[in-house]
């Protein structure tokens, strides 16, 4: 079966630190996409993890562990503008680029 | 300037109508997505072409059509044997090959009268 599985909210305070996870369960797995979706808009892309580890890109990380079937976001340095929701896709194997999509996490930052 | 455009950004459809969702892209992919998105779900795979006159079914595929005359367009036609097509729906396009990042219109968001 197909599972991505993240917390449906979250709330931070602006300047601080958070981390979004992200765990999945899928039948085949080249790799590991988060996007950022503000209301009403399209997806951006943020990062995409094929190898195990962590990839640094300014103020947002992202960390692959493919044995657990897990990963996070980190986002450091929290602005307002950060509020959105952040959404988890697997790329699931094969010769295809179909992504299979998590529900998302909404992100408040507070002032 | 390279992207992703989609249209109309609101759509009214009538019961029994069908109606047309355009997409266009100038980024030279090979691969074209539509997706649907629906409050407090994630987004769900209609269909998907991964080259010219070729496209496949994704997980949602009923109620709805493709074509794929030309790289540059995917229009998405909803029929109505499409029950519940209220929804925010959004195109997409990506090299071909497994790990090629998924690029995003801005999306279209269909009603229902």
């Known amino acids: 079966g197909q599972n991505i599985d993240q917390p449906t909210e979250m709330t931070a305070t602006e300047g601080a630190i958070v981390q979004i996870n992200c765990t999945y369960q899928?039948?085949?797995?080249?790799?590991l996409f988060w996007y950022q979706q503000h209301a009403g808009e399209a997806p951006t892309f943020l990062s995409y993890n094929v190898l195990d580890g962590l990839e640094e890109k300014g103020r947002f990380s992202s960390f692959l562990s493919r044995s657990k079937g897990y990963s996070y976001l980190l986002l450091k340095e929290l602005q307002m503008k950060d509020s959105a929701s952040y959404l988890c896709?697997?790329?699931?194997?094969?010769?295809?680029?179909?992504?299979?999509f998590g529900t998302g996490t909404l992100l408040a930052v507070q002032p | 300037d390279g992207g992703i455009t989609q249209s109309p950004k609101y759509l009214f459809r009538k019961e029994g109508q069908n109606v047309t969702l355009s997409c266009e892209q100038n980024?030279?992919?090979?691969?074209m997505y539509w997706y649907r998105q629906d409050p407090g779900q994630g987004l769900r795979l209609i269909y998907y072409s991964q080259i010219v006159n070729d496209f496949q079914k994704g997980d949602i595929a009923e109620g709805y059509s493709v074509s794929r005359e030309k790289k540059e367009s995917f229009p998405l036609t909803v029929t109505s044997a499409q029950k519940n097509p209220t929804a925010f729906y959004l195109c997409?396009?990506?090299?071909?090959?497994?790990?090629?990042?998924?690029?995003f219109g801005p999306g279209t968001r269909l009603l229902v009268l």
């Open positions: 899928t039948s085949g797995f080249n790799g």
């Open positions: 980024l030279n992919h090979d691969a």
């Open positions: 997409a396009s990506s090299g071909q090959g497994a790990g090629e990042t998924q690029y």
């Open positions: 896709a697997c790329s699931g194997g094969g010769a295809t680029n179909k992504l299979i």
